[in-house]
T-cell receptor
């Protein structure tokens, strides 16, 4: 399975909205799109998943266009504690992780 | 337990030795996954269990790596004749059930990992 593509790093400031986009060029018809967050010395933590259109939970929103070739994770009003690596793994079951996006939130 | 537990949290071993890494998944989760993660990289898939059987072991790098899950709960990853290149964080994850076609998947719950250092 080819890996997804996302920016290596992003910087933001507290209180801003952050959008991280992922390319899913090889997504399969049945695959859901999932996002994970990882802090140092911890395993990844499941954040959100969706199939198409928009999904929102208490942590983030996920936007998926009709062609499903990309997705955008939106984090509203980030804080310092949102500094982490964010992954959008490929696959519907056997998740294939890329390098992730290292988000740095500054005061 | 409340989460996925991995033991030990840290393991230092000498090159050529045998090691076992243990994973206790969330109670009732039938699917269990092993990944390994090197510094600055995303987790790399190793093996997936559905119940007691290995449904996909295509990520195991070579025959020095082996994993078991004899009773469908606890799993052990075994590495023979360790090499310095095996040094990494080994992550275990579980989910209520594995992938199944068009069914809505469950997110994985990962443990904190075992940091293996081969010297």
């Amino acid at each position: 399975l080819a890996k997804t593509t996302q920016p290596i790093s992003m910087d933001s400031y507290e209180g801003q909205e952050v959008n991280i986009t992922c390319s899913h060029n090889n997504i399969a018809t049945n695959d859901y799109i999932t996002w994970y967050q990882q802090f140092p010395s911890q395993g990844p933590r499941f954040i959100i998943q969706g199939y198409k259109t928009k999904v929102t939970n208490e942590v983030a929103s996920l936007f998926i266009p009709a062609d499903r070739k990309s997705s955008t994770l939106s984090l509203p009003r980030v804080s310092l504690s949102d500094t982490a690596v964010y992954y959008c793994p490929q696959g519907g079951g056997k998740l294939i992780f890329g390098q992730g996006t290292e988000l740095s939130v500054k005061p | 337990g409340a989460g996925v537990s991995q033991t030990p949290s840290n393991k230092v071993t000498e090159k050529g030795k045998y090691v076992e890494l243990r994973c206790d998944p969330i109670s009732g989760h039938t699917a269990l996954y092993w990944y390994r993660q090197s510094l600055g990289q995303g987790p790399e898939f190793l093996i997936y269990f559905q119940g007691t059987g290995a449904a996909d072991d295509s990520g195991l790098p070579n025959d020095r790596f082996f994993a078991v899950r004899p009773e469908g709960s606890v799993s052990t990853l075994k590495i023979q004749r360790t090499e310095r290149g095996d040094s990494a964080v080994y992550l275990c994850a579980s989910s209520p059930r594995g992938w199944a076609g068009a069914s809505i998947p469950y997110g994985y719950t990962f443990g904190s990992g075992t940091r293996l250092t081969v010297v």
